[in-house]
Structure formats: C-alpha cells, structure tokens
C-alpha cells in the first residue's frame, strides 16, 4: 500500500518510493473459474452488467443497503444476496435518459431494500 498511498499524497507528480518493482515473472498462477454457487454476488453483478440499463445501478443501492443491515446486525450474511436479487426482480432496467432518472433507480432500490428489511 506504499506505492499507491505514495501517488495520491504526491499527485500528479510521482515520488520515488524505497522499495522494489513487484516481478511476478517468478510466479506460476493458475486461474480456474469462479463458483457462482458459493458467490452468488458475483452471479447478480454479472448478470447486473449483462443486462446494462440500469440494472447495475439498482444491484449498487441494494447491496449499500443491504451490507450496511448486515453490519448492523438486521440481516444475516447470506441474506445479502437474496435482498439484492429481489431489488433486481423489481427493477425495469431501461437505460436513464439523465442523471435525474439514474438517481431515481438509486433512490427506489434503497426503498425497496429498506421497506423488505422492515419487514423481514
């Protein structure tokens, strides 16, 4: 974190820093697919992106949501995922005209998450 927290205290100019580059030519990394089963966050973002519009925006204002009740001890962790696939059951997705309409699909996925969380 040295390097970065160096670039944002000297921006736009850029400080040398004591330390090495980072080589990863050493390594041998092996990548397999993700489980989407056992992340289904993963599973909503993706399909969020996928549908474009304003799905994404809609699975953001859910998951604020529902992370800020799991934090605070009114949803359990597994929970999270279920409150953000019903906002995005609940969501049109059409595109936003406007920055207007973008805040107003933030806007009505945060009631939503808000009004399902007082009632569960």
Do not use: H, W
């Not at 980072?22 to 041998?28: A, H, N």
């Not at 934090?71 to 359990?76: C, D, N, Q």
């Amino acid at each position: 974190m040295r390097v970065p927290i160096s670039y944002a205290l000297t921006y736009p100019d850029r400080a040398a820093t004591p330390l090495q580059p980072l080589d990863l030519t050493p390594l041998s990394l092996e990548f397999q697919a993700p489980d989407l089963e056992t992340f289904p966050m993963l599973a909503l973002a993706r399909e969020a992106g996928g549908k474009g519009g304003t799905y994404p925006c809609a699975y953001n204002a859910a998951n604020e949501v529902a992370v800020a009740a799991f934090l605070a001890g009114r949803l359990p962790f597994l929970g999270i995922a279920e409150l953000v696939a019903d906002a995005l059951e609940r969501t049109d997705g059409s595109p936003a005209r406007d920055l207007e309409e973008l805040v107003e699909v933030d806007r009505a996925a945060r009631t939503f998450a808000d009004e399902r969380l007082a009632v569960a």
